[in-house]
């Protein structure tokens, strides 16, 4: 059985993020999920400095270690001000510092989405030029607009956009079975 990680890249105690990258999780099948959350590996803010004074911290390792065991990776981003929140991009950071191919050419399914009418499709954009650059093997992607409109009952409510959905969800399925 293959090993799946998904996160919503946020701190977000309510995060729409990590609620909509395990609703995609769970659309996967014969696959192992685990729902890691970012506040759980809390980090320093990343510099040199504190780089060499203290070293790699614990958590930025553990969660390499979760990105290492993985078949694949499931990611949504929140989008803050059109890029990605300040607690990915310094995990992000911590984590170019352990291996430059953070994402270790894991199979991924990319998506954002927010409260508004673009989804995050800002920050999608940005993130699926840059993560190949670090060993992001994106097979798929997709930007859910107006998430408290379009999100109901656990399920993307409006037929076309959970149509287009479920196309993205197929493309990754294939890569990971």
Do not use: C
Request: net charge negative; glycine share 6%.
């Amino acid at each position: 059985m293959k090993n799946i990680i998904a996160f919503g890249a946020s701190n977000s105690e309510t995060s729409i993020n990590k609620i909509f990258a395990t609703h995609a999780s769970n659309q996967l099948t014969g696959v192992a999920v685990k729902v890691l959350d970012l506040n759980d590996f809390e980090l320093p803010l990343y510099s040199p400095r504190h780089e060499a004074e203290h070293g790699i911290p614990e958590n930025a390792v553990l969660f390499d270690q979760e990105l290492a065991k993985a078949d694949g990776i499931v990611l949504s981003l929140a989008e803050h001000n059109g890029l990605h929140a300040s607690v990915f991009k310094n995990l992000f950071d911590w984590m170019s510092r352990i291996d430059q191919k953070v994402w270790k050419n894991k199979p991924m399914l990319l998506l954002a989405t927010s409260p508004g009418g673009r989804g995050g499709q800002n920050v999608l954009k940005v993130t699926k030029d840059l993560l190949p650059h670090y060993g992001g093997n994106l097979i798929a992607d997709f930007s859910l607009p107006s998430f408290h409109t379009n999100f109901k009952d656990d399920q993307i409510a409006d037929e076309e956009l959970r149509a287009a959905f479920q196309v993205q969800v197929g493309l990754f399925q294939k890569v990971i079975s």
